[in-house]
């Protein structure tokens, strides 16, 4: 996918250089308008990186000390991260078994007097069943926050993803179906007064320089990578068409493999595969095999967070969450990217079904 981009991306980076203006400035805002547009929002702030978005929209709505977020069991870790870092506390509600996202029924089960917010994970690059999140939110006067760095262009009843919460937040780590050539990440709202905060509270807490008005932070996005998501952002569509089809060839490929579970589509949602995740039997086995012959896979993810370290004092225990447990037992990443060739994707398959 770089390949193609090359010279585009070259000629842009040149023209950053002579500019002499390296953080914020017309490339971030410009790449800001352009991906509200794409996105249905009505503002982006482009930030650091995805964490640092998910942080700072917790903190423009307030969320912090004695507040509780319900989120997956089965979510990568900086979704927990966001929270604690926010003074709030994590409170993990486990998966739909069909879909891997986070399950409403659960996350409505999950609520307290202290839940603050729910925090829906699109993960893998399927969108969450957001109308019934945000219908339990309502009902219970809770505001909603996407974790929206797997699934850029994925919808949930025709919107897309990253414009159902009050605020939002997304990745651009390199991975990402909308990937910059280092971190970057971006928060996008509908609302004015959450957007001001956010741009203020990047910069140090200053809109005006050398002027703070509230103790910020240093998350801003640069003008490098903004550009460079600005001519990617133009491929995006035609990138997660690539990857439907490619991941449409594994699920015809791989069906009859009754040793795997494969991903489901849930009913009125789109997924872009930022990630194509099989759980299977005898896992580590699997994956050696695949090495063995040239096909490297990944976990995501090996450890939940509830049994990590970093979670080790928070009174958690294993199974606990045995849904998100199975799935750190079990789950494994094919190859799939932009520019993989459909020979190859029956390759992988064909491979598996040696396999079993």
Same mark, same amino acid.
């Given at each position: ?7 585009e ?12 203006w ?45 507040d ?20 709030a ?43 019934? =999140?945000? !219908? ?5 006067? /809770? %505001?909603? @926050?996407?974790d929206? #760095?797997?699934?850029?262009? $994925? ?36 609302d ?52 439907? =089809?490619? !991941?449409?060839?594994y699920?015809?490929? /791989? %069906?009859? @493999?009754?040793?795997? #579970?494969?991903?489901?589509? $849930? ?30 896979t ?10 990590q ?28 990217y ?19």
């Open positions: 996918m770089h390949e193609a981009l090359r010279q991306i070259l000629d842009y980076l040149a023209a950053f250089y002579d500019s002499n390296y953080i914020l400035g017309e490339p971030v805002q410009a790449f800001e308008a352009d991906y509200a547009r794409w996105n249905g929002v009505r503002h982006c702030i482009g930030v650091a990186n995805g964490l640092d978005a998910l942080h700072i929209a917790l903190r423009a709505l307030r969320v912090g000390p004695g509780e977020v319900i989120v997956p069991s089965n979510t990568y870790i900086a979704s927990w991260l966001a929270v604690t870092m926010a003074g506390t994590p409170v993990p509600a486990e998966p739909d078994p069909r879909t891997w996202n986070i399950d409403p029924e659960k996350a409505a089960a999950a609520i307290t007097s202290r839940t603050k917010a729910i925090m829906p994970v699109h993960l893998y690059g399927q969108a969450c069943a957001m109308d019934a =999140l945000v !219908a339990i939110a309502r009902q219970h006067d /809770l %505001r909603v @926050v996407e929206n #760095a797997q699934a850029h262009g $994925a919808r949930c009843g025709g919107r897309l993803t990253g414009s159902f919460g009050q605020i939002n937040a997304t990745s651009f780590y390199p991975t990402k179906n909308l990937g910059a050539l280092g971190d970057a990440g971006a928060i996008s709202t509908d004015a007064a959450l957007a001001e905060f956010a741009r203020t509270f990047r910069n140090y807490g200053s809109r005006v320089k050398y002027y703070n008005e509230m103790p910020g932070v240093n998350s801003r996005l640069d003008a490098a990578q903004a550009g460079i998501l600005q001519i990617k952002l133009r491929r995006l569509d035609d990138w997660n068409q690539e990857r439907n =089809l490619l !991941a449409q060839i699920r015809e490929g /791989l %069906r009859e @493999v009754s040793a795997l #579970a494969l991903p489901e589509v $849930a009913a009125g949602c789109t997924h872009v595969w930022h990630l194509f995740v099989v759980l299977a039997e005898r896992r580590d086995a699997l994956q050696a095999h695949l090495l063995e012959r040239g096909i490297q990944m976990i995501h993810y090996p450890v939940p967070p509830h049994l370290k970093a979670y080790g004092g928070a009174g958690f225990r294993e199974g606990q969450f045995p849904l998100a447990e199975n799935m750190a037992r079990t789950c494994l990443s094919l190859p799939l932009p520019g993989m060739r459909t020979e190859q994707v029956e390759k992988v398959c064909e491979e598996i079904r040696l396999f079993y």
